[in-house]
């Protein structure tokens, strides 16, 4: 039986070490090339798949695969593309199964979140059914670190370490012009649903009372007044307060604070910004100078702060989801497993998609301290080890150095065009 050829693609929001794990995929292909042919990517993700548009791998040098280790976003482009359920667009999944049967592709990587591994099985069951077999195996990524059965997230641990020290930074500021200046410094974060990169700006406390004062989650319904109390005090005690603030923060009857009142392409709930409601809040209610922040995109790009753990984390679930393909498994993803003890340590386990697939892991109540503004010493210790070390990237003139690749596009094979 002739090797078959592999497909990678990377889904959803980018982060700054998703290429790491493109690296781990590509790197360990070409070391498996007695059972892997040639590796595709999509071009923008799974629609490169629906439209026929792959990248060519092959085409590029060893050294420039080799620079994705440090390079930020998404390299090959990826895609808010959701595909529906089998039931209502069974075609979608057929496309993709026709595309691959036409490039000879019997590896489909796909790198991204909770709705990526629901793709990725529904494209190993109905294979399966079609009479042509896809090994389907999902990459972990996702800054919100929200993954079932893995201990974290590849991308959590670096926006973890950007938000850490650009909450201290900050703090610092504020505190220095406070007298004459701003009282209240908000920063908002990402998490929709899970308060896990709002958790990681207390990484920048050293001593009891340090900043920040307040974090918001989504895991604990905010209550007006409480919040408001607590801002007042604080700046009555230090003279300023700094709030790092989920931007899913929701009330207790689930409302968002900041609902735009429109979904996005998955059919989530678009957000309006949590920070500058807080801040006419406080503005409104304390009559407090503030000011807000942010963390947007550059939380989720900053490869030049990256946690060199992270990194590590990506690279490696990379090769593994090719060396477990090359075993044989289907329907998996890579996950990644802590070690017990005091020292941290980490392996790579076997996580099946059916347990993946659309469902999120929330922050434990036990990682949330007892006023809901903070974490405890049980979250920190979860939290210290994912943004440890540093992996600059090489920089010149000044700044960073990122790969450019060719994105060759291989030849069309189908006559039909996807429509979406």
């Not at 957000?271 to 807000?292: C, D, F, Q, R």
């Not at 939290?383 to 596009?409: H, R, S, T, W």
Request: glycine share 8%.
């Amino acid at each position: 039986m002739s090797k078959k050829n592999a497909f990678y693609a990377q889904s959803g929001g980018v982060t700054a070490v998703i290429n790491a794990s493109a690296c781990g995929v590509i790197e360990a292909a070409r070391e498996n090339q007695d059972k892997i042919g040639k590796v595709y990517a999509g071009l923008n993700g799974i629609l490169g798949a629906l439209r026929e548009e792959l990248i060519d791998v092959s085409q590029e040098s060893v050294e420039d695969i080799a620079a994705l280790r440090h390079t930020p976003s998404g390299a090959f482009g990826s895609c808010r593309y959701k595909l529906k359920s089998l039931e209502e667009n069974r075609a979608e999944y057929e496309r993709l199964i026709e595309v691959f049967k036409a490039h000879d592709i019997g590896y489909f990587f796909y790198n991204g979140g909770g709705d990526s591994a629901d793709t990725c099985l529904k494209v190993s069951q109905l294979s399966e059914t079609m009479g042509y077999p896809i090994q389907a195996i999902h990459i972990p990524k996702t800054v919100d670190n929200d993954l079932p059965l893995t201990d974290n997230c590849p991308g959590f641990g670096s926006v973890a370490k950007y938000v850490a020290v650009s909450t201290k930074e900050a703090a610092m500021d504020v505190a220095s012009m406070c007298a004459t200046s701003t009282k209240v410094f908000i920063l908002e974060v990402m998490g929709r649903h899970a308060g896990w990169i709002a958790a990681a700006g207390a990484l920048a406390q050293e001593e009891e009372g340090d900043a920040p004062h307040i974090i918001l989650f989504p895991e604990v319904a905010f209550d007006k007044e409480k919040f408001l109390a607590k801002v007042q005090k604080t700046v009555d005690e230090k003279g300023y307060c700094v709030i790092v603030a989920s931007e899913g923060a929701q009330y207790e009857d689930g409302t968002f604070l900041a609902d735009a009142g429109t979904t996005d392409a998955f059919g989530h709930k678009q957000l309006g910004g949590v920070a500058p409601t807080l801040a006419n809040m406080i503005k409104s209610e304390l009559g407090l100078k503030y000011h807000w922040a942010l963390a947007d995109y550059l939380q989720r790009a900053a490869r030049h702060i990256a946690s060199a753990t992270d990194v590590e984390h990506a690279y490696a679930v990379g090769r593994a989801a090719v060396e477990m393909a090359a075993a044989g498994k289907n329907a998996i993803m890579p996950a990644i497993i802590r070690a017990e003890g005091e020292e941290y340590s980490w392996s790579i386990a076997e996580a099946p998609l059916s347990e993946v697939a659309n469902v999120e892991k929330f922050m434990p109540k036990e990682y949330i301290s007892e006023d809901g503004f903070g974490i405890t010493e049980a979250g920190r210790e979860y939290l210290l080890p994912l943004i440890q070390g540093e992996d600059y990237p090489p920089y010149k003139n000044g700044v960073p150095q990122y790969a450019k690749l060719k994105k060759q596009l291989v030849e069309k094979k189908l006559d039909t065009e996807f429509k979406s």
